[in-house]
């Protein structure tokens, strides 16, 4: 095998000055705005001031389903040279523990993307009983399997087994995920050569780049701090010449999912005896409460109750107004609203969460009226007073029932949490789901919601078949706000659910110069990311990059 890797690179080498010949052909027929590596793109993002809203008031959609289809295409000619260079196609070994519906979606979406580049993919099932050396032994097998080049471990895992320990047994060289220590670690270094960086940072920066977007001497805010994405990103937005990324410990953002008079509280008393960022003045404020200890763990771990009163998470919406490109990556729908955004700014939103349509959503508070209780800087809309979600906006969704009220100064909503059925089943992905009962699993709901919601994305029927999740179906007539990219509304057992991001894509819209919407953003691009990884893996092991 090793004698045969000189001959293998010449033959490489012809192939790629062949496949550049097709590529320039090819690329006439990708209307996707897609650019390959070292063209000039284009797509008009590229002309975006980053100062100035898009003409006609609407941002430029950055369509992460037809850009991560076109980077699929190109992957193609290199599965086929790969192919015939090793004698068999590259293969993606994939290790998926328990049944929950949407890691078996997503699994199944990598199952289905590598087979339609024609690679081949080893999963090996895993049930939630299992344990931290029998998990670990599966992973060694299949990173041992000659016929694999690239290895994944979908997540989340049970609870009780360790993400941690389980990453030091894959290899390396076969981490398509880029989770390994030695992965992430020449990643976050400067200098010490990366290798394989995680997909779903890598789909962000590809979208970027594919659509125009220069990070050099941007400022960017990363929202999330995830070891998955908040952070991998931040380092690679800091690798491609950002002016400056600030990354939002997860206690700036969580404590916005909480019951808002609470957060009210914090502030106001916060406010008293920090200063502020430049930014209109707070509401008069009741005597501080007694300073916080400090809570958490170095990863962030949540905080405690207090956490929020010295942590200036009120400051959270001046900070992504700061932004020239603003990540959301926190798991929670529509968090970022119209007036947390910069007039112009390219907005990346990696959420993806699955909410009803009933009235029972979290109840909403806009910035104009939580962060500084002075009403609305940019003409956006407050919340509706039931808690419904965004409000003026509304084009046909039923969702969208508020009204538009000039003035904010008050919290808006209710100040109750809805609670019921809301169950968060990833760090970045969350089911806000109404009382259906017994009989009905928030995971069946998942499962339904994202399977009809892939159908839908798709421009079709639900693919909620087989799954045992009633009746799946979905698809209907929805709509993506103004995007027109992908269809997001479904119905289950008569409730109708649709898939958000972090971001309120209708109100953002209007304030920034460009947008991935949720579904058919960053998701799309995840997958195409770890196609792309696999067949560096592929080449690694080929001798046809050097390690
Ligand atoms: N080992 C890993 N686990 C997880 C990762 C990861 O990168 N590696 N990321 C997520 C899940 N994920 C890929 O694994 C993923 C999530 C969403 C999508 C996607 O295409 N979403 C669609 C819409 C939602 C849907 O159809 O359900 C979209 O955004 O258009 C792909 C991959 C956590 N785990």
Redesign the pocket.
């Known amino acids: 095998m090793r004698r045969a890797v000189p001959v293998c690179r010449l033959l490489y080498q012809l192939a790629q000055q062949k496949e550049q010949a097709c590529r320039q052909i090819s690329n006439a027929f990708f209307a996707s705005g897609a650019v390959p590596a070292g063209q000039p793109a284009l797509n008009p993002v590229a002309n975006l001031s980053f100062t100035k809203p898009s003409v006609g008031g609407r941002a430029v959609i950055l369509d992460?389903?037809a850009v991560a289809a076109a980077w699929e295409r190109e992957l193609v000619g290199d599965v086929a040279r790969l192919t015939e260079l090793l004698g068999r196609p590259p293969g993606l070994g994939v290790v998926l523990v328990g049944s929950r519906p949407?890691?078996m979606?997503?699994?199944t979406?990598?199952q289905e993307a590598c087979q339609k580049a024609g690679m081949n993919t080893y999963v090996h099932h895993l049930p939630d009983t299992v344990s931290q050396s029998q998990l670990e032994a599966a992973l060694a097998h299949v990173c041992a399997d000659g016929r694999v080049d690239g290895v994944?471990?979908?997540?989340?895992l049970p609870r009780h087994l360790s993400e941690e320990a389980v990453m030091e047994v894959l290899d390396p060289r076969k981490d398509v995920?880029g989770?390994h220590p030695l992965n992430m670690g020449r990643m976050l270094m400067r200098g010490r050569g990366v290798r394989l960086v995680?997909?779903?940072p890598l789909g962000c920066i590809e979208l970027l780049r594919r659509s125009g977007v220069d990070v050099q001497g941007k400022n960017c805010v990363v929202l999330g701090d995830s070891n998955?994405v908040g952070t991998p990103l931040a380092a690679m937005l800091r690798d491609k010449g950002a002016a400056a990324v600030t990354i939002c410990h997860r206690r700036s953002y969580r404590e916005w999912f909480e019951d808002q008079q609470e957060v009210q509280r914090k502030r106001a008393a916060a406010a008293v005896c920090l200063p502020r960022l430049p930014g209109p003045t707070p509401a008069p404020a009741p005597p501080p409460p007694p300073p916080a200890s400090p809570s958490g763990g170095p990863d962030g771990g949540g905080g405690g109750p207090d956490g929020g009163d010295s942590f200036q998470s009120y400051q959270l919406p001046d900070l992504t107004r700061s932004a020239d490109i603003l990540v959301v990556a926190v798991g929670h729908p529509e968090l970022v609203r119209g007036d947390w955004v910069r007039p112009g700014a390219v907005v990346i939103d990696v959420g993806?969460n699955v909410v009803s349509t009933l009235p029972r959503s979290p109840p909403r508070v806009s910035s104009s009226g939580s962060s500084n209780g002075s009403g609305s800087s940019n003409g956006n809309c407050s919340s509706s007073s039931d808690g419904g979600g965004s409000s003026c906006n509304s084009e046909g969704q039923g969702r969208q029932t508020g009204e538009c009220r000039g003035s904010g100064g008050g919290g808006g909503g209710d100040g109750s949490s809805s609670g019921s059925g809301s169950t968060t089943i990833?760090s970045?992905?969350a089911v806000v789901s109404p009382d259906l009962g017994d009989a009905e699993s928030s995971a069946s709901i998942v499962a339904a919601?994202?399977a009809a919601?892939?159908g839908a994305?798709n421009g079709g029927a639900a693919t909620g078949d087989g799954d045992g999740c009633g009746d799946g179906s979905g698809g209907g007539g929805g709509s993506s706000g103004s995007s027109g990219v992908?269809a997001s509304l479904y119905s289950h057992r008569n409730v109708v659910f649709q898939?958000v991001g972090d971001v309120a894509f209708d109100e953002v819209s209007r304030v920034a110069g460009a947008i991935t919407p949720?579904?058919?953003?960053?998701?799309?691009m995840?997958?195409a990311a770890?196609l792309h990884n696999t067949l560096k893996a592929a080449k690694y092991r080929a001798g046809l990059e050097p390690w």
């Open positions: 992460g389903r949407d890691s979606l997503y699994v979406k990598k994944l471990i979908q997540l989340p995920d989770f995680p997909a779903t998955i993806i990833s970045s992905t919601a994202t919601a892939a994305g992908a898939v949720v579904p058919g953003g960053i998701g799309p995840t997958i770890v």
